[in-house]
């Protein structure tokens, strides 16, 4: 049997040379074009970065190489007896393109259990902060701080030929992700416990059931977690995370260097904490009704309540998508089985229910449909974690299996420092005038 690491320097090898031809002979064709919206919204649609890890298909959802979320839940490895995959059957999927046999996770699960062990300098850096610290910070220093164990950085200090770039990256990730449900567990327990019962890694455990153990969760949570980082883990390269960790890491920062600025991308408040505002949402409206589940006219009559007077219903649109997000309908599905009887997600049900149909009246929403944060947060409060702030450091030990295995193949394919060019206000003014003749 191949191993991963075998596999994936045969999958470069063959993939080089596609790469290379699009250059040398094709490098002038237009593929797109920019308007001045796109320039000053954000570079929002503006078709300038590859991956061939995941595409955001707006009818079907995020796909992971070229497999749609149901397709890959369907088709991945599973624990025995358990109803969402293998993480590490999901990262062999992303670095490989493959479906994994059951041996082949296996070897990549024994590889994350010969790597979890934390250094005690990690432990004493995320001790060092104050007890009331916001959690991503401490996150990210806690990566950041491993940066000397990088062998990208000692490997490049020395010299490295390009073409291997991505094999010591490689290590770094493998290193790197398997350190990530400890690293996660430990910042829950200091600040939420005040740093006592702290749980010890099982080395017997997969990456899902080790992480649900160490926060000390009974089943179904391991299966909460598997799902939870598998969803999350990509979704195409533009994001403010996942962009941000491959704009680091063209500039050949390592991995630590990269993930760690990932994740103080997905701190802000306008990408990773979009689960928060929904599960405060639902629950200032539980105050309200008393605790009681609503009629459906209730509902309805508050939800336009809110629109009218000027926000939105958080959890439901996406930017891309036109349809029910795959990665709410799998959470959906779970939580009609585990927390049907849940007053909370009685209420998630019941929006789900009402609010598309107000969202096409009134005729502003492109996509009416609720999406992922319409369900997360709802569902690790029924497991008994509460603390809004801790749900972007579950985002984010998800988002860094995707953005890593992106990475890896950055290098392996040479992908050059990113280097967009900049233009002036009036240097717009003057495009926009010399294109439609009007004058500013």
């Known amino acids: 049997m191949e191993s991963l690491k075998e596999k994936l320097a045969r999958k470069i090898e063959e993939h080089r040379p596609r790469t290379k031809r699009l250059l040398s002979d094709f490098g002038d064709v237009v593929i797109d074009q920019v308007t001045v919206s796109q320039v000053i919204g954000g570079m929002r ?62 070897d990549v699960i024994d590889e994350f259990r010969k790597r979890r062990i934390l250094p005690r300098y990690v432990y004493e850096v995320i001790d ?42 490689y290590e770094d990730t493998l290193n790197l992700l398997a350190k990530l449900p400890e690293i996660g567990a430990y ?56 962009h941000t960790g491959h704009l680091v890491a063209s500039s050949l920062s390592d991995i630590y260097y990269s993930i760690s600025a990932m994740i103080n991308g997905l701190a802000g408040p306008l990408h990773g904490l979009a689960n928060q505002e ?26 336009w309540q809110t629109l009218n007077s ?29 927390l049907k009887d849940d007053n909370l997600f009685k209420y998630v049900d019941m929006l789900y229910k009402v609010v598309p149909p107000i969202l096409v009246e009134q005729g502003k929403a492109k996509n009416p449909w609720p999406n992922v944060d319409a369900q997360s947060g709802v569902i690790q409060w ?31 394919l040479g992908y050059p420092l990113e280097r967009p060019k900049s233009v002036t206000t009036s240097m717009l003014e003057e495009m926009v005038q010399k294109a439609t003749g009007q004058k500013f």
């Open 45 to 106: 649609g503006i078709k300038s970065l590859v991956t061939d890890i995941s595409y955001l298909d707006p009818e079907e959802g995020i796909r992971f190489r070229g497999f749609t979320l149901p397709e890959v839940f369907k088709k991945l490895p599973k624990p025995k007896g358990k109803e969402a995959p293998y993480v590490e059957g999901l990262f062999y999927l992303l670095l490989t393109g493959d479906i994994p046999t059951e041996e082949e996770v296996a």
């Open 128 to 169: 060092a902060f104050p007890c009331c610290s916001h959690p991503m910070p401490i996150f990210s220093a806690a990566i950041m701080t491993m940066q000397r164990e990088s062998f990208f950085s000692k490997k490049y200090q020395v010299g490295l030929n390009k073409q291997d770039y991505w094999d010591p990256t």
């Open 187 to 242: 910042i829950y327990t200091k600040l939420y416990r005040e740093g006592q019962k702290r749980i010890q890694s099982n080395p017997n455990l997969d990456f899902g059931s080790n992480f649900a153990h160490m926060m000390g969760k009974a089943d179904p949570y391991d299966d909460v977690s598997r799902m939870h980082f598998l969803i999350h883990s990509d979704h195409e390269s533009g994001n403010v995370s996942a």
């Open 278 to 303: 929904v599960l405060r949402w639902l629950q200032n409206l539980m105050d309200m009704m008393g605790g009681e589940v609503p009629t459906e006219d209730e509902m309805k009559q508050y939800v």
């Open 310 to 338: 000027g926000q939105v219903i958080p959890g439901f649109g996406h930017a891309v998508l036109r349809k029910t997000d795959p990665r709410y309908s799998l959470q959906r599905d779970f939580s009609l089985k585990y």
């Open 382 to 412: 029924y497991y008994g974690v509460t603390e809004y702030d801790f749900y972007t450091v579950l985002f984010g030990i998800g988002r860094a299996i995707g953005i890593s295995a992106n990475i890896i193949w950055d290098r392996a």
